[in-house]
């Protein structure tokens, strides 16, 4: 894995990028998201995995899925992030979200809702204010 710490936006991101296994990287400290998977251009970013990276202490979020549909997300630290752990928006559907680890970030989890068929489980979540504990 890569150490990707300390950077004006993201540690990784990736634009209208399919099909990528991103694995085993630490991405702490970063203005605003540890990994990003987002759209550009009307392309998203479809069929990847990310699992058992680190992304804490991010200006924002530990993982952000921004438009972006049928990923994997696994066996991640998300935690002291200042807004979320890890999120899903902009209609990013189809995700599954399972086995992470999310605590002490604002939110825990946080989907938007304007996407579906999204599954999240099996999550160690505890955000700042205290709810969102247990795995669920």
């Known amino acids: 894995g890569n150490t990707c710490n300390n950077n004006g936006t993201?540690?990784?991101?990736?634009?209208?990028?399919?099909?990528?296994?991103?694995?085993?990287?630490?991405?702490?400290?970063?203005?605003?998201?540890?990994?990003?998977?987002?759209?550009?251009?009307?392309?998203?970013?479809?069929?990847?995995?990310?699992?058992?990276?680190?992304?804490?202490?991010?200006?924002?979020?530990?993982?952000?899925?921004?438009?972006?549909?049928?990923?994997?997300?696994?066996?991640?630290t998300c935690n002291n992030n200042s807004s979320n752990g890890i999120s899903l928006s902009s209609s990013s559907s189809n995700n599954c979200i399972v086995g992470n680890v999310l605590v002490d970030n604002n939110t825990a989890y946080l989907d938007e809702g304007e996407g579906t068929g999204n599954i999240e489980a099996n999550n160690v979540k505890k955000d700042i204010e205290g709810t969102g504990s247990g795995i669920v």
């Open 10 to 76: 993201c540690g990784i991101c990736l634009y209208s990028s399919s099909s990528n296994t991103i694995t085993g990287n630490t991405c702490n400290n970063n203005d605003r998201i540890g990994i990003d998977l987002s759209s550009s251009n009307n392309s998203s970013s479809n069929n990847n995995t990310i699992s058992g990276n680190t992304c804490n202490n991010n200006g924002n979020t530990g993982i952000c899925l921004y438009s972006s549909s049928s990923n994997t997300v696994t066996g991640n």
